[in-house]
């Protein structure tokens, strides 16, 4: 009876080591799987990431790049082209001169404007008895102007050589007329030319923002003009 009872002793602890042994391989075969589960988790994880830091280089490059040239407000543009104007009416057509292309024109009688966004090309052709001097327009220029351009300032007259030779130049500043669409105000510098030949004057006069660089563009036109 003893040695059946160590028998059942031995069996049972058999099969107790052996259900160990199954839980424990169990285990460990779960864990493997937890582990290349894991793996397979990070591997495809690892290229995610790679790609949304590469779309963020990529975003700074593009943020890094040289913008797109804007020209400031007034600032003609430097590959503006210039096309030779011809009055074929009025008090007197004996005159040419290049004005910027593509700007809109409008006239009325002796005097026509041509104009683009914040620019404007004032031509105006009258009789006079005399040439004009440096005093006739402090005189009687600056006076008329300032009853006419709102908060007209810092009048300067001087004589100034171009091609067609010697003319008075007044420079000035006043306020725009106000933009019918935004109501905005643009305060303006102004170039008028006198030039004067056999009792006709033709005033040149060119204007676009106080802070705009139009040097070069308004000598072109300012040069360009010519007796015909």
Partial sequence: MAARTRTYAVVGLALVAAVTA?????????????????????????????????????????????????????????????VAYRPSGGSFTGFTVKVPEGWARTGQGSTTVFTDKLNTVKITAVSAAGAPTTGSVTTKVIPQLRSQVPKFAAPKVSEVTRHSGRVVLLAYQGDSAKDPVTGKVVRDAFERYAFYRAGHEVDLTLSGPVKADNVDPWRIVSDSFAWR
Avoid: K, L, M
Avoid at 27 to 46: D, H, K, M, R, V
């Fill in 22 to 82: 199954g839980c424990s391989g169990t285990s460990s075969g779960s864990g493997s799987s937890s582990g290349s589960g894991s793996g397979s988790t990070t591997s495809p994880a690892a290229p995610t990431t790679g790609s949304s830091s590469g779309g963020g280089r990529g975003g700074g490059g593009q943020n890094n790049a040289a913008p797109t040239e804007s020209n400031p407000p007034g600032d003609i543009p430097d590959n503006q082209a210039f």
